[in-house]
Structures are given as structure tokens and as C-alpha cells.
């Protein structure tokens, strides 16, 4: 798929840090101007001026709380995305526990769990049908929703978080036989570890890369494959749980 004949603009929640940050400023170097939306107004600013500045595309930003769901957070990005030509959209925006816990154990769970809902699974929901029609009458658009090897693999002690996950790997292989024949590429993208603020990993290695090196290997398998790791070492990970037969 070459992405930037889709459209002018792409958008990338969660676009302030980490993996979301990368697919900016790599959607940027391909050419496309970058909605950023993210919830800190500093880091939109200085994200959106360094790609601005580096390279030369233009920026806008919304700053909204996904773990809130209601119009407060929906309406100005609907607002904003109205007056836009959006080809791209990634689907990014997530957040885990502190640390792996039992049910539980999990501290302040009521509100966490909500939050992880809302942030992880509403707004991959909310943000897709949002951009849809407007790709609809294009006949062309990427979605790119990340989820998590943890979708795919056993993670007890984190399992609001994994199964947020297993929603977007559910809602993705879903949309994307919904969307294909319309000209749309719906993509699935489940990193396993990457170092970033949510994995507090700060020195990457080969089974966990920085997220400049993740991107750029899961930006390959756009228009390739619907569902992927994204990088080839995470697919060993999974490979041991990716073919288990179903028992009754
Ligand atoms: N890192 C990994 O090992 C890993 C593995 C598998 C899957 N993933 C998935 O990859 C995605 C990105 O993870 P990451 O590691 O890059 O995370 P990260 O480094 O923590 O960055 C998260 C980004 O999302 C924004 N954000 C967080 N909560 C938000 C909220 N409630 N409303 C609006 N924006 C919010 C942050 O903005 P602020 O800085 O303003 O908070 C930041 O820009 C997530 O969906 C995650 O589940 C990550």
C-alpha cells in the first residue's frame, strides 16, 4: 500500500510517546501530514513542532482522556477529523496495570479496569467508526489497530489488560472481511515487548526493540498481511499458541 496516495493526513492516537509516537513520526517521513491525539497539551505541542520541523509536513493535535467516554472526548475529534482528508488511521492509544496482579489484588480495580476499557477498547471502536465513512467514500483507507501478544498468548495476572487486546485482534479480523471488498485495509498489529514507558523497558534487545525499530518493521506488513506480530522475533513468541485447535 503506498500510503501517502491515500489521503493527506493520518491520524495516530496515543501519538505523544512510544509506539504511537514512531508510527508519527514514520508516517511523517513517508510524506503525510499527522493528526496527533494524545492526552498531555506539552508533549502535543513539542511532538507535533519536532515532526513539523524535521520533516516538513504539517500537524494538528486534539488532546482528549481516552479512559473518559463520552462526547467530551468523541465530539472535538469528530469535529476535527470533519475538516480533514484522514487515509490513515492508528489505532495506538492503550494502557496495562502498573504491574502484573492477580484480579483481585489489583489496586484501585474498579476504576483501572474501567479505565482500561474505556482507553483500550473504546477507543479503538469509537475512533474506527469515525473515520470509516469518510474512507468509504474515498474507496480507499488503512486502519491500523494495535493490540498485544498478550491477546494471543497466556497472560494470567494481567487479564483485563489482555483481554481488551484479544477485543481489538477480534474486532480487526472482523472489520476487515466487513471492509476489504469496499477498498479499505484493515490491519491488526500485537507487539510483544517493546521498550517504552508501559513496558519499563529501558534498554532495548532483540526480543524487545525500541519503538522507532518496531514501527518501521510493522509499517512493512501494511497491505501484506491483516493480522502480524509485526516483527519477526515477537512472532516466535507466539508461534507455539497460533495454530491451537479448538476442544470440545
Ligand atoms: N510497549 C510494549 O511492550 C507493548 C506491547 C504490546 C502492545 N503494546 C501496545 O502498544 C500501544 C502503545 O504502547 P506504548 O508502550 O507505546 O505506550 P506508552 O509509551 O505508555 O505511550 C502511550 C501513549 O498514549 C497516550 N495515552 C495514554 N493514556 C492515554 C489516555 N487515557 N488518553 C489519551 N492518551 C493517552 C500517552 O500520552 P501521555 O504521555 O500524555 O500520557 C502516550 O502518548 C498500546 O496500545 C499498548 O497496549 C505495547
Given at each position: 500500500v503506498k500510503l501517502k496516495e491515500l489521503s493527506k493526513f493520518s491520524v495516530v492516537t496515543?501519538?505523544?510517546?512510544g509506539i504511537g509516537k514512531a508510527y508519527a513520526f514514520a508516517l511523517a517521513k513517508k510524506g503525510l501530514n499527522i493528526l496527533l491525539i494524545s492526552r498531555s497539551r506539552e508533549k502535543l505541542i513539542a511532538v507535533a513542532t519536532e515532526i513539523q520541523n524535521i520533516h516538513r509536513v504539517s500537524t494538528e493535535f486534539v488532546q482528549v482522556?481516552?479512559?473518559?467516554?463520552?462526547n467530551t472526548t468523541y465530539s472535538p475529534i469528530a469535529e476535527k477529523l470533519s475538516s480533514l482528508d484522514i487515509g490513515v488511521l492508528v489505532n495506538n492509544v492503550g494502557m496495562s496495570y502498573s504491574y502484573p496482579e492477580y484480579l483481585h489484588d489489583v489496586p484501585n480495580k474498579e476504576k483501572l479496569f474501567l479505565n482500561i476499557i474505556n482507553c483500550n477498547i473504546g477507543s479503538v471502536t469509537q475512533m474506527t467508526q469515525l473515520v470509516i465513512p469518510s474512507m468509504l467514500s474515498k474507496g480507499r483507507g488503512v486502519i491500523i489497530n494495535v493490540s498485544s501478544t498478550a491477546a494471543l498468548i497466556p497472560s494470567p495476572l494481567l487479564t483485563v489488560y489482555a483481554a481488551s487486546k484479544a477485543y481489538t485482534e477480534k474486532f480487526s479480523r472482523d472489520l476487515a472481511d466487513e471492509y476489504r471488498h469496499k477498498g479499505l485495509v484493515i490491519q491488526c498489529v500485537s507487539p510483544g515487548y517493546v521498550a517504552t514507558k508501559m513496558s519499563k523497558i529501558r534498554r532495548p534487545s532483540l526480543m524487545a526493540p525500541d519503538a522507532k525499530k518496531y514501527v518501521d518493521s510493522a509499517l512493512k506488513k501494511v497491505g501484506v498481511?491483516?493480522?502480524?506480530?509485526?516483527y519477526f522475533p515477537h512472532s516466535i513468541l507466539v508461534g507455539p499458541y497460533s495454530k491451537k485447535p479448538l476442544t470440545f
Open positions: 496515543g501519538a505523544t510517546d482522556d481516552f479512559t473518559i467516554y463520552d498481511t491483516e493480522s502480524t506480530t509485526g
